[in-house]
Nanobody
Framework: QVQLVESGGGLVQPGGSLRRSCAAA????????MSWYRQAPGKERGLVAG????????NYADSMKGRFTISSDNAKKMVYLQMNSLKPEDTAVYYC?????????WGKGTLVTVSS
């Protein structure tokens, strides 16, 4: 059974940093690309960053380039999202996702609020 459990959300001031973590189980982690998505209030869910299998090349949405970093640890079956220089418009629920055997599996998501 595929499971994705996120942690690391919360409240942060503008300009601050936060690291999100996602623990994966139920599939061969090193063989699957992982990604982070987010959904702000009233908006559609969209890609934040993705990383190819076995810690390969990452990709980012344009507005996150230079501020966010995705990484993974195959031994721990974890994927991380380091978020720096946070802005109020980064406020959203952040989700971890994997596509396994043609189906998308999502974590429950956790809220990140950027506010002073």
């Amino acid at each position: 059974q595929v499971q994705l459990v996120e942690s690391g959300g919360g409240l942060v001031q503008p300009g601050g940093s936060l690291r999100r973590s996602c623990a994966a189980a139920g599939f061969t982690f090193s063989m699957h690309a992982m990604s982070w998505y987010r959904q702000a209030p009233g908006k559609e869910r969209g890609l934040v960053a993705g990383i190819a299998s076995a810690g390969g090349r990452p990709n980012y949405a344009d507005s996150m380039k230079g501020r966010f970093t995705i990484s993974s640890d195959n031994a721990k079956k974890m994927v991380y999202l380091q978020m720096n220089s946070l802005k109020p418009e980064d406020t959203a629920v952040y989700y971890c996702k994997v596509n396994y055997r043609g189906m998308d599996y999502w974590g429950k998501g956790t809220l990140v609020t950027v506010s002073s």
